[in-house]
């Protein structure tokens, strides 16, 4: 028994003794789930392998600020000798005036200074136009002698008449180009607003109405491939779209070529001025339907056997009438066809009509 009490005695020690430690503050863990340790040893090797790729990152900042640094400054000493190699090779361009430099670039028709130019470069600038001038003048000299050589006898002078009579030629051809330019700008300015009554009035401002209508409509839908937003422009939807614009475009040349010269087969100009109206005024299924007359025609077509027997069937001799589908013949007419029917559907888009019924199907 005094066994059994001593052991209870000491166990109420204990017992106390860990109250007190409890009430002292808390108690360190005796034990660790795997887990949690895990989960530590993770966190260390993350903090550790996130500090060793800063640091690979500085190393490599560093190292490419390095090279470039060291890279300008030799692309700095590379020029630095260039310059002062040229100028001890050429002291009579470096050694002469400000004044002189710019007197010198006056005669050649050059501007005396360009924006941001510093002096050295200006004189750089001069020496080189001097050098193309001579190398020119050697060229003709070295091409008379060769000639010579081989037993032609070449006249310089006639040889110098000869190249300004072809730039009097280039001058004249671009002075053409300018007035047909010119003449293009006014057709431009011209209300192209069609009458139908001018079909058959006044065919000539009908011509000149219609090449000023679908030039701006070509324009306005190179514009608008243009204005889409980035991500639009490059999708295949948006690749394709492009792609059928400059087609369409470059199908329209030979049409704007009949309209400058005013060469439209007489059955074709009213329907086109027909179609230009009704789009000018959003009836684009009546633009349609005069497209489907001036591409397809509305003359009876022969199907299966249009002769049995001695007598003729009926409407037969229609078969071969005027209004018939021949435009299409023509690969460079069918392309500018369809070209038109291409601004029609990009018009109706960009100019919808109040009544959804007049678009086109």
Known sequence: MDFLQAEIEKKRKQLASSAGASDEGPQPKKYFRRGDLEKERERKYLEEQAQL????????????????????????????????????????????????VAKRLREKYQPVRLFAESDHERKVRLRALELIEERNERHRNELARILKDMGCDVDLEALKKRATELDARDAAAKAVEKQEQAVEQSMAEEDPMIDLGDIKGNPAKVYRQLHTYFRILVGEWRCAMDERPEDIQRSRQGILAAETQRQS????????TLLKQASLKEDMFPRVAEIAYYAQQREYMKANDAY????????????????VGIHERSARQRLHSPSGAHVLNDEATRKWLQAIKRCLTFAQTKYPPSDPSKLMG
């Open 53 to 100: 790729e800063k640091e690979r990152e500085e190393k490599k900042r560093k190292r490419i600020e390095e090279a470039a640094e060291s890279e300008r400054k030799a692309e700095e000493a590379r020029k630095q000798r260039a310059q002062e190699k040229y100028e001890s090779a050429n002291p009579e361009i470096f050694s002469i005036t400000e004044e002189e």
């Open 249 to 256: 475009a470059e199908f329209l040349e030979p049409f704007f």
């Open 292 to 307: 489907l007359k001036l591409s397809i025609g509305n003359a009876a077509w022969p199907i299966g056997v249009t002769m």
